[in-house]
């Protein structure tokens, strides 16, 4: 399945859950903007950016930076959040952007065969 397939899938199942949980959810015209959706949760608007998932290792994993060739960078200060689809979990993430640190944030969804809870940051704290 080409990238832009995948993209579309990851978006539909954002648009879906979003506006399920919101008032509203608008689409941008065009492709010149950094985020996908602006949510209107009735008090403000908020910036989304869509991005697909994988099941790695009991972990959703997402790429928190831009793999197109016009925009190489992260997203801070263009965006709110950014909504995670996975397919394998069959669920959407929101994750605020201040709250992503890395360029390939893990979200834990299988709990660790240790007692280590320090650093572990649970996908179950951000389902839609």
């Known amino acids: 399945m080409n990238s832009h397939r995948v ?8 648009l879906a859950a979003l506006s399920e949980r919101y008032q509203a959810v608008l689409i941008p015209f065009g492709n010149g903007q950094r985020y996908d959706f602006v949510v209107d949760t009735g008090e403000s608007f908020l910036k989304v950016q869509v991005k697909n998932g994988r099941l790695r290792k009991g972990c959703v994993v997402f790429n928190s930076r831009s793999v197109s060739s016009q925009y190489n960078s992260g997203y801070e200060g263009q965006i709110d959040f950014f909504a995670v689809w996975c397919p394998e979990t069959k669920k959407v993430y929101m994750i605020p952007i201040e709250k992503v640190t890395s360029q390939k944030p893990y979200l834990r969804v299988d709990p660790l065969k240790t007692n280590r809870t320090q650093g572990i940051v649970y996908a179950s704290s951000y389902e839609v």
């Not at 993209?7 to 954002?14: L, Q, S, W």
């Open 7 to 14: 993209g579309d899938i990851a978006e539909a199942h954002v």
